[in-house]
């Protein structure tokens, strides 16, 4: 099941229509696209203005169209079964993939793994596009549990500073998740910035 946020009006299609078959599946019908309404959701970021290079909701359409298609295609090849639903959130198509046997993606939801079919999927919009993609794929709520470490992470560093700690540094981290941790380290009233180069920028945590 693909479940988008762009779409007006709710439709369903069966991935048992699709023209091609790679793989036989035992029960192709689990997986249906359905597009609910845009307004529904409020993650949405807002169109950018004339000065801004941010994607704009149509791109971001296009980017999760392509990356979802890619996905199904993935799922059909490994005779598994997956819901997929397309968000938009912090500028960024954002693609979660979950089961209601949770076992069912229990090998691709590990983080190396997740990573790697990520690349692999920006790749494949890159592709299509001609464009660089930065969207976020996410396999059985691994971000969701990543993103409570961060959480805890960021909550320690809090703590080491109010106890007297001029400032905090965190681990080496992608640029999405740094973007967590600054929302998360502005959440608690303090302030964060990101420093080093490459493999080894980090975020740096200081109070206000």
């Known amino acids: 099941m693909v479940t988008s946020l762009w779409s007006k009006n709710p439709r ?47 791109q971001l359409e296009q980017e999760g169209d392509i990356a979802a298609d890619y996905i199904e295609e993935f799922l059909d090849i490994c005779d598994l079964d997956g819901d997929i639903d397309i968000d ?5 198509a954002y693609l979660s993939v979950n089961s209601a046997d949770v076992a069912n993606l ?3 939801s590990k983080p190396e793994t997740v990573n790697a079919l990520q690349e692999l999927t920006r790749l494949a919009v890159q592709n299509k596009t001609g464009a660089f993609s930065r969207l976020i794929l996410d396999i059985g709520g691994s971000r969701d549990a990543r993103q409570a470490e961060l959480a805890s992470l960021v ?13 905090a540094s965190l681990p080496p981290m992608s640029s999405y998740e740094r973007k967590l941790v ?7 009233g303090f302030v964060s910035e990101s420093m080093g180069e490459g493999r080894d920028r980090h975020t740096v945590i200081s109070a206000a």
């Not at 938009?88 to 960024?92: L, M, S, Y």
């Not at 909550?155 to 400032?167: C, D, Y």
């Not at 600054?182 to 608690?188: C, F, K, R, T």
């Open 12 to 58: 369903s299609l069966s991935v048992s229509s699709r023209s091609q078959r790679i793989v036989p599946r035992s029960n192709p019908a689990q997986k249906n696209k359905k597009r609910p309404n845009v307004t529904e959701n409020t993650d949405v970021i807002a169109a950018p203005g004339p000065a801004d290079d941010s994607p704009t909701l149509g």
């Open 88 to 92: 938009a959130r912090n500028g960024r």
């Open 106 to 108: 229990r090998l691709l």
């Open 155 to 167: 909550s320690h560093a809090v703590e080491r500073i109010q106890a007297g700690a001029a400032e």
């Open 182 to 188: 600054h929302d998360l380290v502005s959440e608690a």
